[in-house]
């Protein structure tokens, strides 16, 4: 899987480099290219994954797998700002407002959102329904009742008079870090006809699975394996899976959900070994 992880990860760098090569200088587009750089490419790699399930050619999947990493850079970059999540280091590296400036940062995260949407209505993905289907789900996904809602949901928590129960915890995750793994996941078989259903008990096992990794590198992890900040929901007060589970209560539940995602593939036999091997790898990163 992790040579698999590997090249789907380098061909969407290649098809990232290809595009913005159109963006021409300036700082925005400059920006765009430092902000599209690096990554593990998991929902790219979903993308392409699921649609290997349904046969769908390789061709045709780059421009989506691409596409929700353009979304999911633009939503990294918007989060890093001081208004929201005030970090400095995004990937080992400066963030995007303190490698240039708050106004840039803004702009590159609008860039890079059209640029999504752009790209996974592209003529290569199929026909024009295919298209329109996964550009639609995308914006639901990302919008106001998915992403969008999460992050609103998570500013809130930070100000609660009391800390978040574990339900609310697991909605607001579902919404926020949930919501873009669950339409990578399913983005195969929109392509290629299948049935959404598998795939999406699949995501929404892993989309918890991997939040809960998160919480457990922000307490046990270090910031130049992490690449990012550690230690800030603690600093902060703020309910987490580890707050409420403890660690190893954590690490427990992030293990049975990855039987749960493993479970829901049953249906695909040896085929989706790429990922349930994806489902383990989440749970054992340490960034």
Known sequence: M?????????????????????FGTGPVA???RYATRGGKRIRGFLVRESARLHDVPEAATLWPATGIEA????????????AMDDDALRRGQ??????????????????LQSLAFEMVAHPDCG?????????LSLARAAGGQGMVLGQALDIAAETAALPLTLEAITTLQA?????????????GARMGGGDLAPLSAYARALGLAFQIQDDVIDVTGDAHAAGKAVGKDAAAGKATFVSLLGLEGARARAAALVDAADDALSCYGARADGLRALARFVISRQN
């Open 2 to 22: 992790q040579d698999r992880l590997a090249a789907d990860a380098a061909a969407i760098q290649g098809h990232f480099d290809r595009v913005l090569l159109d």
């Open 175 to 187: 919404a926020k870090t949930g919501a873009l793994i669950l339409w990578a996941a399913t983005a």
């Open 94 to 111: 400066p963030t995007v407002h303190v490698k240039w400036d708050e106004a840039t940062a803004i702009l590159v995260g609008d860039a």
């Open 71 to 82: 979304l999911h850079a633009y939503s990294l970059v918007h989060d890093d700002l001081p």
């Open 30 to 32: 400059e920006a765009m």
């Open 127 to 135: 026909p024009p329904a295919i298209r329109a289907d996964l550009a």
